[in-house]
């Protein structure tokens, strides 16, 4: 069952309800940003993982990320983070050639609007940004909650499936 398949109701698309391949869908899509995130000495791009918080990044490492990942919340406003991102990261991913910065804030409301917001701004200075895990994880992960951080408590599950997909890509 992909993506495609899954329910269609009122025009939303809606995750699979059965956990086994919600899962599956999710590992898929963190082991894809596992292999941007890595570092191009391992593999990868070295594509940051931007996250509003502290205990985002320590999900994150617990479900295998061991690139860099930068947090949003950091004191600075808006418009100081969005140069220093355009400043350190530009606007291509050098290795791949893909958006330079994956975005993955809680698919909450809050987090929805500072996702938008950076997006909106980034775009607005040229810099694409891959939004395709925060994508994946507001339709699979819902029914585990709705912040990066309560993804820790599945790390264990989660990061075997996600040993399993990077073995199949």
Not at 22 to 28: Q, T
Not at 83 to 97: L, M, P, Q, S, V
Not at 101 to 107: C, G, K, N, S, T
Request: aromatic fraction near 6%.
């Amino acid at each position: 069952m992909g993506a495609s398949d899954w329910i269609q109701d009122k025009g939303k698309i809606s995750g699979p309800p059965d956990r086994e391949v919600r899962f599956n869908a999710a590992a898929r899509a963190f082991a894809e940003s596992q292999l941007r995130n890595r570092m191009p000495s391992e593999g990868g791009a070295g594509c940051p993982v931007l996250v509003e918080g502290k205990r985002d990044k320590s999900a994150l490492r617990a479900l295998g990320f061991k690139g860099p990942i930068e947090l949003i919340n950091r004191g600075w406003d808006r418009s100081r983070l969005v140069a220093y991102f355009y400043e350190k990261y530009g606007t291509r991913n050098t290795i791949d050639g893909g958006p330079p910065l994956m975005l993955l804030m809680d698919w909450d409301r809050t987090g929805g609007q500072i996702q938008t917001s950076l997006r909106d701004r980034l775009n607005s200075l040229d810099v694409p940004i891959d939004e395709n895990l925060r994508k994946v994880l507001l339709r699979t992960m819902k029914p585990e909650g709705k912040t990066v951080e309560a993804l820790a408590p599945f790390a264990k599950t989660l990061r075997s499936l996600i040993e399993e997909q990077l073995d199949a890509i």
